[in-house]
């Protein structure tokens, strides 16, 4: 595991995307196709904004995977993790090959055939982020580590839907659905490369858990140690309770 501290949030987002177009640049390069898998939420902000941004990636030869979605959300509510994808990713990059989570209809059939999708050909990087439970996706701990299902519907813990409220996509708790559609941990972890990307002061003691404590469910991010290629991009707050905090680094 490669960790990549910066002195703010900014700046993580925009050397992650830097690495990120690399990655897509060479891929497109050598094998003419890339699939991805992208996440949401208020950390990804900056880091899709410069991707999206980015000249010279060949987007109509990217194929894209949802990473959850919430049971039951309309496309239309300000937190549907569709319209976070279609309106910072997928309009904004002219991505025309991607495959959205609909929660609103049969979920174990939605799983079913996404998972059939996405099982047909290698993923070649994912972008992730860790959440402030230590979730990995919407696997909230204790992950399920074993299920081979590329996809499941998952019950979300209390910790992860007072993180929704506080990033301010639900006035209240009682507006959080209770389920969500979620990429398995196996899955993710199928995939060649991972950039994982972690901002904000909030998710130091998940990033401590997850970075240098054991590999437990209780901590689902915990298994990126058992990847062979990921990087995972701090800032100085998220990064704050490392015991072996990497030498700040800078942006070019």
């Known amino acids: 595991m490669k960790i990549q501290v910066y002195q703010e949030r900014n700046e993580l987002g925009v050397a992650a995307a830097a690495t990120a177009a690399g990655v897509l640049k060479s891929c497109i390069t050598q094998q003419s196709h890339v699939r991805i898998i992208a996440a949401t939420g208020a950390s990804q902000f900056k880091f899709l904004e410069s991707l999206t941004s980015t000249p010279d990636i060949d987007w109509s030869k990217v194929e894209m995977f949802h990473l959850d979605e919430y049971v039951g959300l309309p496309v239309t509510h300000p937190a549907s993790f569709r319209k976070y994808l279609l309106e910072r990713l997928i309009h904004r990059a002219g991505i025309e090959n991607y495959h959205l989570l609909d929660g609103e209809r049969d979920v174990v059939g939605v799983c079913e055939r996404t998972g059939t999708l996405i099982s047909q050909a290698p993923i070649d990087v994912a972008f992730v982020g860790i959440g ?15 299920t081979e299902k590329p996809y499941l519907v998952v019950n979300l813990d209390e910790a992860c839907r007072c993180q929704q409220v506080g990033e301010g996509w639900f006035k209240n708790m009682d507006e959080v659905p209770k389920q969500a559609i979620s990429m398995s941990i196996r899955q993710i972890m199928k995939t060649k490369k991972i950039l994982c990307i972690v901002p904000d002061l909030r998710k130091a003691l998940a990033v401590k858990n997850c970075l240098e404590g054991s590999v437990v469910p209780d901590a689902p991010a915990s298994i990126l140690q058992q990847h062979p290629d990921v990087t995972v991009f701090l800032d100085t707050a998220s990064a704050s309770l490392l015991n072996n905090r990497p030498p700040i680094t800078h942006a070019d």
Do not use: V
């Open 132 to 146: 402030e439970n230590g979730h990995l996706a919407f696997n909230d701990p204790p992950a399920d580590f074993q």
